[in-house]
């Protein structure tokens, strides 16, 4: 190992893993490994590293790997995740409720009924953690993030902390004018005042509309193409005939064909060439470019 990035790494308290794999950090279940990965204890610990660490290492982040396909060769460098309890914390003040990037839709749901605070169970219907769902400006049930999203504190790559409001990240559908240099560390998040009965009213509401029309308890990374303007994805999919479209393990569920799934055996080249297949015969069929929703991180084996 370089050994400027060796003495980083003693400078660290959080866990540090060689070589981990990341089909365990994904919803996919494929990827190859990290070559570094890194969890934080603490906001300072991750500053440290960023302010100590040499300018040519490769930085990634993930989170819950919920909307994530990592390729094959794996991801070179340290991929940070931010899952120790320092960023898993929920504070609420004047109907401002401040999430850091690691709370997962399920401990939201949580606090969301025990706190009686409406209008954020959309994002519990969204799978994985909240600091991901910035750079996508995440949404469903006919809401968005932006429209939630007070501000955020992000760190950037130097190790310098700063609070965004939410008009800097020019949010549009799926989209924001989010940095690749900076981490979320936190976000604030608008709220109201709700029965604790009327809101798990509306989070079954939710869960039982995507039991029904989405696949679920398997592996896959949620919606596999944004929907163009004026267009559905998965009506797309169906008129190129590529509903039952299927490479190796990889396949379009049977519920929801803009749900990729790994059926057992899949890997990453086969999710990604199936939906490199299935954008390919969609414009020849429609000629309508679909968009990647999922993230593509890493190299190919």
């Keep these: 190992m370089d050994q400027n990035i060796e003495k980083t790494l003693n400078l660290l308290k959080g866990k540090i893993i060689f070589d981990e794999p990341l089909s365990k950090h994904t919803w996919l279940a494929v990827g190859g490994p990290a070559e570094i990965m890194f969890f934080p204890k603490d906001i300072d610990d991750l500053q440290t590293f960023l302010r100590n660490k040499p300018d040519s290492l490769p930085i990634s982040v993930i989170g819950s790997g919920s909307n994530l396909l990592v390729r094959d060769g794996g991801i070179k460098g340290v991929v940070i995740k931010l899952d120790t309890p320092y960023f898993k914390k929920l504070t609420l003040s004047d109907q401002i409720l401040t999430c850091s990037a690691g709370v997962k839709n399920i401990s939201l749901k949580k606090f969301l009924i025990e706190n009686e605070i409406g209008g954020l169970e959309f994002l519990c219907s969204i799978p994985g953690s909240l600091g991901g769902s910035v750079k996508t400006n995440a949404g469903c049930f006919g809401q968005s993030l932006s429209?939630?999203?007070?501000?955020?504190?992000?760190?950037?790559?130097?190790?310098?902390?700063?609070?965004?409001?939410?008009?800097?990240?020019?949010?549009?559908?799926?989209?924001?004018?989010?940095?690749?240099?900076?981490?979320?560390?936190?976000?604030?998040?608008?709220?109201?005042?709700?029965?604790?009965?009327?809101?798990?009213?509306?989070?079954?509401?939710?869960?039982?509309?995507?039991?029904?029309?989405?696949?679920?308890?398997?592996?896959?990374a949620g919606s596999t193409f944004k929907n163009p303007e004026n267009k559905r994805a998965w009506e797309l999919i169906k008129q190129a005939g590529c509903e039952n479209l299927h490479i190796g393990g990889a396949k379009m569920s049977e519920k929801h064909c803009n749900f990729m799934i790994n059926a057992g055996s899949a890997t990453a080249s086969d999710c990604e060439e199936l939906g490199e297949q299935i954008i390919r015969r969609v414009k020849e069929k429609t000629g309508v470019l679909l968009e990647w929703e999922i993230q593509r991180l890493g190299q190919k084996k």
Aim: glycine share 2%; aromatic share 10%.
């Design 147 to 220: 429209d939630v999203l007070q501000s955020a504190t992000i760190i950037d790559l130097t190790g310098n902390i700063k609070t965004v409001p939410v008009q800097d990240f020019h949010f549009s559908y799926r989209h924001s004018d989010f940095p690749s240099d900076w981490i979320v560390i936190s976000l604030n998040l608008k709220t109201y005042h709700k029965n604790a009965d009327e809101v798990l009213h509306t989070l079954q509401e939710q869960e039982d509309y995507r039991k029904q029309r989405q696949p679920y308890n398997q592996k896959t």
